[in-house]
Nanobody
Framework: QVQLVESGGGLVEAGGSLRLSCAAP????????????MGWFRQAPGKERELVAT?????????YNLDSVKGRFTISRDNALNTLYLQMNSLKTEDTAVYYC????????????????WGQGTQVTVSS
């Protein structure tokens, strides 16, 4: 059941940038968004879903799971707006995937099966 709403995906040339957004609707999260840790996952064609990055409830602590995105991607959140972001710079063709945001109550996790809510995914395609 989709509870989060992603946006910002699209087609971009290698070396370009995109910023993904993930909105947590008030009807589901209300003022509880701050109690959720958040994560971005991605799934490329024919591959398993993989964790990209996580951020804690306050936004003060982040974790990047993939060495290939360190220094290029930045995860952030705005708790006043109930929104999660993923800034992606210097995009590469291998970043092509469907990107999903996910929410987990209280503590961060690298395991997808521990997340409570998911978005529908947004396609990111990087051309050479």
């Amino acid at each position: 059941q989709v509870q989060l709403v992603e946006s910002g995906g699209g087609l971009v040339e290698a070396g370009g940038s995109l910023r993904l957004s993930c909105a947590a609707p008030g009807r589901t999260f209300g003022r509880t968004f701050i109690t959720y840790t958040m994560g971005w996952f991605r799934q490329a064609p024919g591959k398993e879903r993989e964790l990209v990055a996580t951020i804690n409830r306050s936004g003060g602590s982040t974790f990047y799971n993939l060495d290939s995105v360190k220094g290029r991607f930045t995860i952030s959140r705005d708790n006043a707006l109930n929104t999660l972001y993923l800034q992606m710079n210097s995009l590469k063709t291998e970043d092509t995937a469907v990107y999903y945001c996910a929410a987990k109550r209280w503590t961060t996790s690298t395991r997808a099966d521990e997340y409570d809510y998911w978005g529908q995914g947004t396609q990111v395609t990087v051309s050479s």
